[in-house]
Nanobody, 124 residues
Framework: QVLVVESGGDLVQPGGSLRLSCAAS????????INWFRRAPGKEREAVAC????????IYQSSVEGRFTLSGDYAKNTLYLQMNNLKPEDTGVYYC?????????????????WGQGTQVTVSS
């Protein structure tokens, strides 16, 4: 059974950092790509970043470029989203998702397997 579970969300002050985790089960990180999405209050869900099976990171949002990075721990079968210099506009629920494909796409409708989400709140 394919499952992804997020964790690591929290309340943090602007300029702070968080590391979100996406623990995968039922597959390994070198089998399927995993995408991070977020839904800000009152906005549509948007793709943030994706890790392909060849360990290539894709950052979709120019607003997070240089601040967010992806890394995979293959021993723990977990994908991390390191978020630095957080801004209030980064606030939202962050989800990881996969769909049994090796490549990335930022279209959320093609993803079948979603985690429950983890809340990130950036506020002073």
């Amino acid at each position: 059974q394919v499952l992804v579970v997020e964790s690591g969300g929290d309340l943090v002050q602007p300029g702070g950092s968080l590391r979100l985790s996406c623990a995968a089960s039922g597959f390994t990180l070198d089998m399927y790509a995993i995408n991070w999405f977020r839904r800000a209050p009152g906005k549509e869900r948007e793709a943030v970043a994706c890790m392909t099976t060849s360990n290539q990171s894709i950052i979709y949002q120019s607003s997070v470029e240089g601040r967010f990075t992806l890394s995979g721990d293959y021993a723990k079968n977990t994908l991390y989203l390191q978020m630095n210099n957080l801004k209030p506009e980064d606030t939202g629920v962050y989800y990881c998702a996969t769909d049994r494909r090796r490549w990335c796409t930022k279209d959320p409708s093609v993803y079948s397997y979603w985690g429950q989400g983890t809340q990130v709140t950036v506020s002073s």
